[in-house]
Each structure stands twice: as structure tokens, then as C-alpha cells.
């Protein structure tokens, strides 16, 4: 009996242990896959956990899974929870950026082309201005259907540059230019815009660039003055002075509003920036746009309908999201090639002449831009504040 009992004594504790065992493996499995479950943000599954497990009370399950779903946005990263803004299979910041960018571009790019087309029937007030018309009422559709708050009161003072450059300076002074010089001499202009663009970053936004982001750019600037110059575009003009004005206007706009984008959202920029203008310009333009547009033929309905809803808003959302992501001046070399897209596209639609020297050219330039887009470009550090030290000493 004695035998028995310990040899049946011995047995229940074996299974005992077997069951410890397993209840300590299956707790670890649970374990496991509740830590997957947080770095996932799943929170019903969560919710389906024993509380001993998670750690949590039922009522901190509770925040937990309203603060997941308030994201509307599940997450599908591998990387561990440590630094979850950025997840390990995602692009860096600066190449989306570049690409990002590059659409806008490409966007950019049959800008002057159509406003070459627009100027033969509309005046270039009419083309210049009233094309941020059109993209108001499209702005305040999108801003009303997405229930936006109003901008803060530091937002409208950027706001309000960004609109003077963008919506109301470059699109006048390219309008007007466009109805003296064919859209290839424009482009060629519009090239020093990238310089320019690094400058105003530089000044508004604290952006400071290596010294091979200055070299890339420089022979990316040469190489365009060098064309221009075998082109037969080096005698000045009153044109090329309104391009000038473009280039200054585009440049701050472009750097405040991608600055900007870091907080607001590139969309949100250009939408408020058209609202702004928009009463400025409704009672002065709208008026002779509606009488200019009733002779116009259905090429100059397209090229205005294009520098309307594409050059002046769409657009804009990839370019204003692609300067926030690769940063200011970075992103702003890829207008190196902006200006033989629009020769291309003048070539194509208008039937300007398109030389060999152009492909040379855009060749040198996209080498430059591709040395230059991965130099390194530092934020210029704010001055620390002695306003916690002193409040310390007193």
C-alpha cells in the first residue's frame, strides 16, 4: 500500500508538473502574441487576453483599444515597437520626398507651355489670376468636405506669403512673360528657381546645405546660362525681368509653404493660401475672365483648364509633400529638370524648336541633381533659452 500510495502520489505530481508545464508554455505563447498585438495596435485582440497577461486592468484595456482606433489607421509594421514613427519596410523620408517632388515637377513642367496657349485669346491678367479662381472654388469644396479648422494666427503671417508668391506673383509674371518670349526661353529662365528656392529655405526656413549640394547646383546653373547663351536668348528683355519676378515669388513661396507643410499638410496649405487670395481677386478678375472666355477655342479651355486645376492645386499637394518629407532645398534641385520637360512639351504642343544642345544639357543637369540630392543639408540650431535658467535661479 505504502509503494502504491508513493508511486500514486509520485504519478499525480508528475501530471501536475505536465500541467504546470504546459499552462507555463501557453502562458509564454500568450505572452508572445500579446506584445505582438500592442506593436500592432490590434486592439480586440488585446481586449480577448487574460488581464494577469497583459498587465492591464480591464479598464486600461478599455483606453488602450479607443486610442488605437482613434488612429483610423492600422498598423501593418514588422519593426519592433521601440520607434514606431518610422517602420523598418517603409521609404526614408528624403527619396519619397524626391519623388514626391518629381510629380510635382512633372506637374510644373506644362505650365508655361499651356499658358503659352491661354495669352492668345486672354489677357494675362485674366490668365495669370484667374486660373487661382478656379482653384479657390475647388480649395474651399475640399476644405469644406474634409471639415478643416481654421489656421492658427502664426499659420495665416505664413499663409499669407506663401499666397502672394505662389498663387498671385508667379502665375502674373509668367503670364505676362509668356506673351512676349516663345515657352522655351521661359523654361530657361525658370531654371535659376532651384538657387533660388535653396536661398529662401536658407533664409526663412534655417536650412543649410553641404558644400556639395552648392557644387551640384552651380554646375546644374552653368550648364543652363550655357545653353541659353548657344540658344540665342542672351539679350535681355522687359520678359525676362517678369521671369525674374516669377523666380523670387515661386522661391518664397515654395520655402515658406514647405516648411509650412510639416505642420498643416501640403494640401492645406495651398487650399488656405487660394482661400486668401480669393477676395482680393474675385471682383477685379472674374469679370473680364467670363467675357474672355466666351471667344475662346477649346485648346485655350484646355491649357486654362490645366493651369487651373493642375498647375495651380493639384500639384501642389505632391510638391508642398514632397518638401516637408526630403526637406526645402533638397527636394528643390529636381526643378533642375523642369525646364526641359517644358521644352519638351513646347516642342511637342507648339511645335518650338528642340535642339540636340537641350539633350545635352538635361543630360549634365539630371547627373548634377543626382550628386547633389545626397548631400547632406543641416537645420540651423535654434539659440537655447535662458528663460528655464533664470526662472531656476530666482
Same mark, same amino acid.
Given at each position: ?17 505536465? &500541467? ?30 487574460? !488581464? ?13 483599444? /479607443? ?5 483610423? *489607421? ?17 521609404? #526614408? ?17 506644362? =505650365?508655361? #507651355?499651356?499658358?503659352? &496657349?491661354?495669352?492668345? =485669346?486672354?489677357? #494675362? ?96 546653373? *552653368? =550648364?543652363?546660362?550655357?545653353? !541659353? ?44 493660401? *487660394? ?16 467675357? /474672355? ?75 548634377? &541633381? ?7 543639408? /543641416?537645420?540651423? /540650431? ?7 535658467? =533664470?526662472?531656476?535661479?530666482?
Amino acid at each position: 500500500m505504502k509503494a502504491g500510495g508513493s508511486l500514486g502520489r509520485a504519478g499525480w505530481m508528475r501530471n501536475v508538473a505536465g &500541467v504546470g508545464a504546459r499552462a507555463v508554455m501557453d502562458d509564454g505563447e500568450l505572452l508572445k502574441m500579446s506584445a505582438l498585438a500592442q506593436s500592432s495596435g490590434d486592439s480586440i485582440w488585446n481586449s480577448r487576453l487574460p !488581464a494577469q497577461l497583459s498587465g492591464k486592468s480591464a479598464a486600461d484595456r478599455g483606453v488602450q483599444g /479607443q486610442s488605437n482606433s482613434d488612429t483610423m *489607421l492600422p498598423s501593418t509594421s514588422t519593426c519592433p515597437p521601440s520607434k514606431p514613427p518610422i517602420p523598418c519596410n517603409s521609404m #526614408p523620408p528624403e527619396k519619397a520626398g524626391m519623388l514626391y517632388g518629381l510629380l510635382g515637377v512633372c506637374s510644373f513642367s506644362l =505650365t508655361l #507651355p499651356a499658358t503659352k &496657349v491661354v495669352v492668345t =485669346t486672354l489677357s #494675362p491678367l485674366s490668365a495669370g489670376l484667374g486660373r487661382a479662381l478656379i482653384a479657390a472654388l475647388l480649395a474651399a469644396l475640399v476644405l469644406w468636405l474634409k471639415r478643416v479648422p481654421l489656421p492658427t494666427w502664426a499659420q495665416l503671417k505664413q499663409l499669407v506669403l506663401v499666397s502672394a508668391g505662389v498663387v498671385i506673383g508667379f502665375p502674373f509674371f509668367s503670364s505676362w512673360a509668356m506673351e512676349r518670349v516663345p515657352a522655351t526661353h521661359g523654361a530657361v529662365i525658370i531654371a535659376l528657381l532651384p538657387l533660388a528656392t535653396a536661398g529662401a529655405a536658407a533664409f526663412f526656413s534655417g536650412e543649410r546645405p553641404a558644400k556639395m549640394y552648392w557644387i551640384s547646383s552651380g554646375v546644374a546653373c *552653368l =550648364t543652363i546660362i550655357g545653353y !541659353a547663351v548657344f540658344s540665342g536668348f542672351s539679350a535681355l528683355q522687359w520678359a525676362d525681368l517678369a521671369l525674374l519676378g516669377a523666380v523670387v515669388s515661386a522661391a518664397v513661396g515654395y520655402a515658406v509653404g514647405g516648411q509650412l507643410s510639416k505642420t498643416m499638410g501640403g494640401w492645406q496649405v495651398i487650399s488656405w493660401s *487660394l482661400l486668401i487670395a480669393f477676395p482680393f481677386l474675385v471682383v477685379p478678375i472674374a469679370g473680364p475672365l467670363l467675357e /474672355q472666355l466666351q471667344h475662346a477655342t477649346w485648346t485655350v479651355w484646355a491649357g486654362f483648364g490645366y493651369i487651373s486645376v493642375v498647375s495651380m492645386f493639384l500639384g501642389f499637394f505632391a510638391w508642398y509633400h514632397g518638401l516637408a518629407l526630403g526637406g526645402v532645398a533638397r527636394v528643390s534641385q529636381t526643378q533642375y529638370l523642369q525646364p526641359f520637360l517644358s521644352i519638351l512639351a513646347a516642342w511637342l504642343l507648339l511645335s518650338e524648336p528642340f535642339t540636340p544642345g537641350a539633350v545635352l544639357a538635361a543630360v549634365i543637369v539630371v547627373f548634377a &541633381v543626382a550628386r547633389g540630392k545626397n548631400a547632406s543639408i /543641416q537645420q540651423k /540650431q535654434k539659440a537655447p533659452s535662458t528663460n528655464g535658467k =533664470t526662472a531656476n535661479n530666482k
